[in-house]
């Protein structure tokens, strides 16, 4: 048997007619950049996530930059973040000449740990910025907390985590602003790039609306310096369609993870956890293990793909070498880049599938 590690051609053969419809509706109207189907799902999102306005963009990426410029940050500033993550959340603070200023993840979820949180904030800091990894919330109350009584925004990266739930409400709820990614390999994913950004406030909904059109809220009067950021019209369309399908596939994706919690329960492995009042969407399964290398090879031996989320945090990337952080600096993110192993979860897996993966560990003798 044969498990890759993610099959995007197995989901978009699931759903294949309404895309095609979707994507000729969308060539009839030629409404390209943003146009009708960009706002309903724009509605529709909003609606999903539990906020008043939702503003497509062309990435996940673009949506976080222009959080930070709807925050007015800039040269001087700092954004406390986390170090273990994709690096997109930290491209969004260097982007407009802020400085990321990382606190350490918490061992049991990999995300920020907010005991650590205060003692990074400085004159400075203009901005919290954690991350709900792997679809798992991070403990939202008691950085809001804090963030309430030092007058900090905080701001979700919700790229991995659409749907999650922390106390039984959305995640994308709690900050000021909330960024999602639509890359094709998220739980939403667009046929392309795409992202939103979600929140409560009009005028943050308006800013954003102009910022990602060049700066202009009226065609050819640029009021602030701004992007080419648009949704393109044919992923509006493709998104509406995802969207309808997403609490079956987020479901799928949670009894998937239950299956691997029980068949993996007696292995060496540690596995991923839910803390008490999280519900997790599973974007990845993350299992750990020193010996991941060779568990690795062992299991693309026998046909299974895996793959690393992340190998190396960002405070030790070479293009963030002038933050002057080092080795050793962050020992629980550098622990887990050594030993993390993303297992294959995806709606489209059959039970089968997730069997042979974990017979497939258990014939892992090397431990
Ligand atoms: C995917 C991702 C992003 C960036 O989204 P793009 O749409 O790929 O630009 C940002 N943050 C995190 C945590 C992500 O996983």
């Known amino acids: 048997m044969k498990v890759p590690y993610f099959d995007l051609p197995g989901n978009i053969r699931s759903i ?5 419809a979707a994507i000729s509706r969308t060539l009839d109207s030629c409404a390209f950049c943003l146009g009708p189907e960009v706002a309903q799902f724009e509605h529709d999102f909003a609606a999903f996530v539990g906020t008043r306005h939702c503003v497509g963009f062309n990435s996940g990426t673009s949506a976080l930059h222009v959080a930070m410029r709807l925050l007015d940050i800039g040269p001087g500033d700092e954004v406390i973040t986390t170090p273990f993550t994709f690096v997109a959340t ?3 603070i260097a982007y407009v000449g802020a400085r ?9 979820t ?15 800091t203009k901005a919290v910025m954690p991350v709900h990894l792997y679809g798992h919330p991070f403990d939202v109350d008691p950085i809001l907390e804090i963030c309430a009584r030092r007058g900090l925004p905080m701001v979700e990266d919700a790229a991995q985590a659409h749907g999650s ?3 039984g409400r959305s995640v994308g709820t709690f900050g000021v602003l909330s960024g999602f990614s639509f890359y094709p390999a998220k739980n939403l994913g667009a046929c392309g790039e795409g992202g939103a950004l979600a929140m409560d406030s009009a005028e943050h909904a308006r800013r954003a609306g102009a910022l990602r059109e060049h700066g202009a809220s009226n065609r050819y009067y640029h009021d602030e310096v701004g992007y080419n950021y648009r949704m393109e019209g044919i992923q509006g369309a493709v998104l509406r369609v995802k969207l309808a399908h997403l609490a079956a596939w987020t479901a799928a994706r949670r009894r998937i993870a239950h299956r691997y919690h029980e068949l993996l329960a007696q292995t060496p492995l540690v596995l991923p956890i839910e803390a008490p009042n999280a519900e997790s969407v599973y974007h990845l399964y993350v299992v750990r293990h020193p010996r991941r290398d060779k568990l690795r090879d062992h ?3 026998r046909g299974v793909g895996t793959a690393l989320h992340y190998p190396l945090p960002l405070h030790l990337q070479k293009c963030f070498a002038g933050l002057g952080y080092g080795s050793g600096d962050f020992p629980i993110a550098e622990r887990a880049a050594r030993d ?7 709606p489209e897996m059959s039970d089968s599938q997730t069997e042979y993966v974990a017979a497939a560990i258990g014939e892992f003798k090397d431990w």
Request: charge should be negative.
């Open 100 to 108: 990321p200023v990382y606190v350490d993840i918490d061992e049991k």
């Open 340 to 346: 993390c192993l993303s297992l294959p979860i995806y």
């Open 165 to 167: 739930r922390y106390k």
């Open 90 to 92: 930290s491209w969004a």
């Open 299 to 301: 299991l693309l031996a």
């Open 16 to 20: 294949r007619p309404e895309l095609d």
């Open 110 to 124: 990999m995300n920020l740990d907010p005991s650590l949180l205060e003692r990074a904030i400085t004159p400075r």
